[in-house]
């Protein structure tokens, strides 16, 4: 899958000509799992699911790979997927802890 991933080697920029342009995962903004600002988490009701396709290339992360397998570590919980699901088989339920 073609997941964001973490960069341990970024520098931030001293200048704005310096800093580079891209998608997020590209740019070096993406230092770590963004997980923490999600309140809400996108479950999969896999017995629902028709594999359509269309979460995996709305969600603006990039975070859902083709088995309809959703990385929490880079969810944001914007919910977009769970709008536009046509079988309405991504539910937004509300994260309760670490371990939710
Ligand atoms: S909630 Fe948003 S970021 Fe998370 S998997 Fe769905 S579309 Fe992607
Ligand atoms: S949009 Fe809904 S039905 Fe389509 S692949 Fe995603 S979860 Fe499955």
């Given at each position: 899958m073609n997941?964001?991933?973490?960069?341990t080697d970024y520098v931030f920029p001293k200048t704005v000509e310096e800093l580079?342009?891209?998608?997020?995962?590209?740019?070096?903004v993406l230092?770590?799992?963004n997980a923490g600002w999600r309140t809400l988490r996108p479950v999969v009701h896999h017995e629902l699911c028709v594999k359509?396709?269309?979460?995996?290339?709305?969600?603006p992360d990039g975070v859902i790979d083709?088995?309809?397998?959703?990385?929490?570590?880079?969810?944001k919980g914007c919910g977009l997927c769970a709008h536009e699901c046509p079988?309405?088989?991504i539910e937004m339920v509300l994260e309760v802890g670490e371990d939710a």
């Open positions: 997941k964001p991933q973490i960069r580079e342009f891209g998608p997020c995962c590209r740019t070096g230092l770590e799992g359509c396709g269309t979460c995996w290339t709305i969600c083709r088995n309809i397998d959703i990385d929490y570590n880079f969810c079988k309405k088989a």
